[in-house]
């Protein structure tokens, strides 16, 4: 039976969990384009979602410690980050100059599984924020519920599977607006202007930490 305490840390792991995962970034836009295009969107959606759970589990085991242990890791991760979010933010671009390359699901042609799913997973697992958001602030607050940090983490993790649920299959209540092919050039500057700066900011991040 869940007690007071137990459900505490569970709202305060769903709380926190939804708070750092909200915001856009790189995971969040390649969710998003896949719901708008119909594609792939329940293995995209289960990816993310299981992945950050994996992330929660090992931030409570205390492989944020680990990390934080050695200092060279942040840096190495960093750089490898920034690396493969400028190259996709460089193809966003080239789609949103170029109106040939525009995708939109009747027009555009479709992207096997298998590349939609090593996308997915180069986005989560090569992105340094999660690393330090999901392992190292979630694993140190998780914590702090002393015996009920394990239901602070089914609380992070429920967010995370709500969230990814929500956008992934909630974006095609926006294809009306996405119909025009002027909106997918839109979207994809954005999503070029965000993969780029958190790019710039993730190398600037490890310049920092050598």
Do not use: K
Request: charged share 10%; hydrophobic share 60%.
């Amino acid at each position: 039976m869940l007690t007071a305490p137990a459900l505490v840390a569970a709202a305060s792991g769903l709380v926190l969990g939804l708070g750092l995962i909200v915001a856009i970034g790189a995971q969040n836009a390649f969710v998003l384009r896949q719901g708008l295009r119909l594609e792939h969107v329940l293995v995209v959606v289960a990816v993310c979602a299981l992945s950050d759970v994996a992330l929660i589990v090992a931030g409570v085991l205390g492989a944020g410690s680990v990390l934080s242990s050695r200092p060279w890791l942040i840096p190495a991760v960093c750089f490898a980050g920034a690396a493969f979010l400028l190259g996709y933010g460089l193809l966003a671009a080239r789609r949103a100059i170029r109106p040939a390359a525009l995708l939109s699901e009747s027009a555009g042609a479709r992207v096997g599984i298998a590349a939609t799913v090593a996308t997915c997973l180069a986005l989560t697992w090569l992105n340094p924020h999660v690393y330090l958001d999901t392992v190292v602030l979630l694993g140190s607050t998780a914590s702090t519920y002393g015996e009920h940090r394990w239901e602070f983490a089914v609380g992070a993790g429920v967010g995370s599977i709500v969230w990814f649920t929500a956008l992934g299959f909630g974006a095609r209540l926006l294809r009306p607006v996405f119909a025009r092919p002027a909106a997918w050039r839109v979207l994809d500057a954005v999503i070029a202007v965000v993969m780029i700066l958190l790019a710039v900011s993730l190398a600037v991040r490890g310049a920092g930490e050598l």
